[in-house]
């Protein structure tokens, strides 16, 4: 009896390790960027402004709330089809084929690469084409780093949706196919129908992973610290920026960093929530 | 029906048909260039990585730049390896594995036996929340944990508690998930007996589900395997191998990083690469193939 209690002690102080370890993590970040809220006020989040000359400093985070924003929107884009398309072919198509095993174990490994070496496959290999095709004259920009995100998110749209393309009630085809439908009628008719919620939450959260990219940004994006004038133009990102001016930070600069850094936390956490609360309500 | 009907449907029916062969030709493409990168990628680190890779490149420590620098002018294979970053990584992935499997699993058991209460439905939502933040919040978290207050500079052990961080909502998931799937009637049983309840928890329910518990644990190493970002808030690097795990400490990808950024170190970041990639698929494959015995 006594021991009984003594497990079940054990077993909710884990659980209370996690929450005094995601308290903390907000506490830290919020009072960390206290200091530059203060100099700044709301202003912080609005300003394009990003100056770290002493005497004048002032430091604005909308050039990379703008960049993490754009690039992560136009990764989704491009990523749409492709994600799409694989988890029809996974879940609809070829489902339970050994076709369908060795794509599906190839989408998965393309989740496993780290991001720097996606960083330097863009770097060396993207970049370069990007110049030929005449996109910039560095090939840095918003659109080499989008297309990398996009490369980098498909596994986890796909993975999703085509878990729940998969689950859709196999006599609702058979009835459909009954009617005389063909395959692309039934999937319009019936399987999307049925799934989209799902697959919607697969991309929402997709897109949550894209805005918290670092390494494989950094390297393609340019790190200029202005709005990007277009999507060939280059920009920064919120991840990017706390990576690469981290190293020399004190203070009041140090202060902004942190301040990106808990913007950033607040609104993949959202964009996660959003894509939990659908997935929740399907079930 | 007349003829001319008759005809008419045959020609929707036929359209309908090549609309239908269309899309799944495009269907078969974009899934087509969906994986192309991967082969892409492996093959581009191979062609230019594997002619590095020796046994000096596993054993010896970094070059400094300048003798990078002499190698390349004299056309030879730069010397050195990433010895430094190896050890760095290990230390580092073994330090963060011994905080966040136990929490992690104690947190999954804890989650499973009380479902629907209010403490566990929240512990969960906080759990998702942390599996969802950047990698490079948890580098600044660490940051302002370990470097600033703890080993008071840049040290291995904060780059393992931003790794461990990152891990532990894996966990925690793989734990919960894999012992829903453990039928009741074994805990039964095993209570019924009258025994103890830890005993059921170390006999029953860790031995049982062990599988798919480690598959978690496997795929949570091979996603920190590869982190960039955090470490460079919290490890910062060396040039040395280090074992002392409160000192600026290298890691794989660190070391790819300032390859990266040094001209002269180009050639070595495609075997760096290759290793780190090698890895940490193995370790992928491993987990899944681990995963789809025990289904």
């Not at chain 1, 002032?58 to 398309?85: D, E, K, M, Q, V």
């Not at chain 1, 110049?131 to 995100?149: D, H, M, N, R």
């Not at chain 2, 070059?63 to 190698?71: E, L, N, Q, S, V």
Request: net charge positive; glycine share 8%; hydrophobic share 50%.
């Amino acid at each position: 009896m006594n021991s009984d209690k003594i497990t079940k002690l054990v077993l909710s102080l884990g659980s209370f390790i996690l929450i005094i370890v995601a308290a903390g993590m907000v506490y830290s970040l919020v009072v960390g960027s206290i200091p530059a809220f203060k100099t700044f006020g709301f202003q912080f989040i609005f300003s394009n402004n990003w100056d770290p000359t002493s005497g004048k400093e002032n430091y604005g985070a909308l050039p990379f709330i703008a960049g993490t924003l754009i690039s992560s929107i136009l990764a989704l884009l491009i990523s749409l089809p492709l994600s799409f398309s694989t988890s029809l072919f996974l879940g609809e198509y070829f489902k339970g084929t050994r076709v369908a095993r060795i794509l599906s174990t190839l989408v998965d490994l393309l989740a496993g690469i780290p991001s720097i070496v996606y960083g330097l496959w863009g770097f060396y290999v993207l970049r370069p084409l990007m110049i030929e095709l005449g996109i910039g004259s560095q090939g840095f920009g918003v659109f080499t780093a989008s297309v990398i995100l996009a490369i980098m998110i498909i596994p986890y749209a796909t993975s999703l949706s085509n878990e729940i393309i998969s689950m859709v009630p196999n006599d609702l085809k058979e009835a459909a196919y009954s009617l005389g439908a063909t395959r692309l009628e039934v999937i319009q008719t019936v399987t999307i129908p049925n799934a989209h919620s799902g697959i919607i939450a697969g991309y929402i959260l997709s897109f949550g992973r894209a805005l918290g990219e670092t390494m494989a940004v950094t390297m393609l994006i340019g790190n200029s610290n202005k709005v990007p004038d277009s999507l060939f133009g280059t920009g920064n990102s919120m991840a990017s920026v706390i990576a690469n001016q981290f190293g020399e930070a004190d203070g009041l600069k140090l202060s902004a960093l942190i301040a990106i850094g808990l913007l950033l936390f607040v609104i993949t956490a959202l964009v996660n929530a959003l894509g939990k609360l659908i997935i929740k309500k399907m079930q | 029906m007349n003829t001319t009907e008759n005809i008419r449907l045959q020609d929707t029916s036929k359209g309908r048909q090549l609309k239908d062969k269309l899309i799944l030709g495009l269907v078969i493409l974009l899934s087509l260039i969906t994986i192309s990168p991967i082969v892409l990628i492996i093959g581009k680190l191979v062609a230019k990585g594997y002619r590095q890779i020796s046994l000096e490149f596993l054993i010896k420590n970094t070059p400094d730049t300048y003798t990078a620098m002499t190698a390349l002018a004299n056309g030879e294979r730069i010397p050195g390896g990433i010895a430094n970053g190896i050890v760095g990584t290990l230390i580092m992935v073994v330090l963060a594995s011994a905080i966040a499997i136990p929490v992690g699993i104690i947190v999954g058991i804890f989650l499973y036996e009380n479902p629907g209460k209010r403490l566990a439905n929240f512990t969960r939502s906080l759990s998702d929340v942390l599996q969802g933040v950047p990698s490079i919040v948890l580098g600044l978290i660490s940051y302002l944990w370990v470097v600033k207050h703890v080993t008071n500079g840049y040290s291995a052990l904060a780059g393992a508690v931003s790794l461990a961080i990152m891990m532990l909502p894996m966990i925690v998931r793989s734990t919960e998930e894999t012992l829903k799937m453990i039928p009741n009637t074994l805990k039964e049983a095993a209570l019924a007996l009258g025994t103890p309840y830890h005993k059921v928890i170390l006999r029953v329910l860790i031995p049982t589900g062990f599988s798919g518990m480690f598959t978690g644990i496997l795929l949570g190493i091979s996603r920190v395997l590869g982190e960039t970002a955090p470490l460079m808030l919290t490890a910062l690097g060396s040039s040395m191998i280090n074992l002392d795990i409160s000192k600026p400490t290298s890691a794989v990808p660190l070391l790819i990083w300032e390859f990266y950024n040094d001209p002269n170190m180009i050639d070595l970041i495609w075997s760096s690469s290759l290793m780190l990639m090698a890895i940490v698929l193995i370790l992928n494959l491993i987990s899944k193939q681990i995963a789809k015995k025990t289904k």
